[in-house]
């Protein structure tokens, strides 16, 4: 282990993983820092989704260390476990409650970080109704809050669904191709968005939309064939050889 493990909210270290003999993550290596928010772009089958899974505990690395927060493994914790430790997960496709308004999306989130319990005899304070009404703002859901979600666009649904995570008070965030099959307008706003949720929590996000990529102007990682192709900013990273090769040039 190197020295940027006690400092790093995500620390990731020679991560391996094969399924039947393929190897999905080969030697993969990256840290992110409390407050920060990366890019992670890659061919199909570079490992992405796996590096995710391998994160939230879904799947178990064959060797390699991950830690979060400095010295918590989380190669020894249930997907259960990470989410309590504060890792959310945004998956592709939004899954929010259609039937239910964007407010009551937004308290059940809040609801579900209780517990069964304290849910059932729980009653709204002050304090949680500004919590929704901050993280409404922050959706850019305010004017949408008495609607019911499945009246909502593509778009707003997904943002509903980070506004969801937002609840939870995550420390790390994984957001897996946020703006796929959103409008223009829309992936712009997110850019926006998930900046501004960076100011107070590290967010990692997936994508394969490059002007998305370039609106973040944050650090980018770069994988192929389950390992770090290149990292740094967008122009040094479309501009490697390398990258071109197996991603960009495709
Ligand atoms: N549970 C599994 N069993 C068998 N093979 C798997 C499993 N999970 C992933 N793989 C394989 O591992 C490789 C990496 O897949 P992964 O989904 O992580 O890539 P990705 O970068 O997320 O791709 P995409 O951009 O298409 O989502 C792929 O070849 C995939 O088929």
Redesign the pocket.
């Known amino acids: 282990m190197n020295d940027k493990k006690p400092t790093s909210l995500l620390y990731l270290d020679g991560v391996s993983v094969s399924?039947?003999g393929?190897k999905?993550l080969n030697s993969l290596s990256f840290v992110i820092e409390p407050g920060e928010l990366r890019a992670i772009i890659?061919?199909?089958?570079?490992?992405?989704?796996?590096?995710m899974?391998i994160i939230t505990g879904k799947?178990r690395p064959d060797s390699g260390d991950v830690f979060f927060k400095g010295d918590i493994d989380l190669t020894r914790r249930d997907e259960a476990e990470i989410a309590q430790l504060g890792i959310g997960r945004k998956f592709q496709k939004p899954t929010v409650f259609e039937s239910h308004t964007v407010w009551d999306n937004l308290e059940l989130a809040l609801n579900r970080r209780r517990g069964v319990f304290a849910a059932l005899f729980y009653r709204m304070t002050a304090e949680d109704e500004a919590r929704i009404e901050e993280i409404l703002s922050t959706v850019r859901l305010s004017n949408r809050r008495n609607d019911l979600a499945a009246s909502l666009s593509h778009g707003q649904k997904q943002w509903l669904e980070i506004g969801m995570l937002l609840a939870q008070e995550p420390e790390l965030l994984l957001v897996d191709e946020p703006v796929a099959g959103m409008t223009d307008a829309e992936t712009a706003e997110t850019a926006l968005l998930l900046k501004e949720i960076a100011r107070t929590r590290s967010v990692v996000v997936?994508e394969?939309d490059m002007g998305f990529i370039r609106e973040l102007g944050v650090k980018v990682t770069c994988?192929a064939e389950?390992s770090v192709l290149a990292e740094g900013s967008i122009d040094f990273v479309s501009a490697d050889q390398k990258v071109i090769e197996n991603y960009l040039g495709r």
Request: hydrophobic share 35%; glycine share 20%; aromatic share 10%.
């Open positions: 399924f039947d393929f999905a890659g061919p199909n089958g570079a490992g992405k989704t796996t590096m899974d799947t997936v394969h994988l389950g």
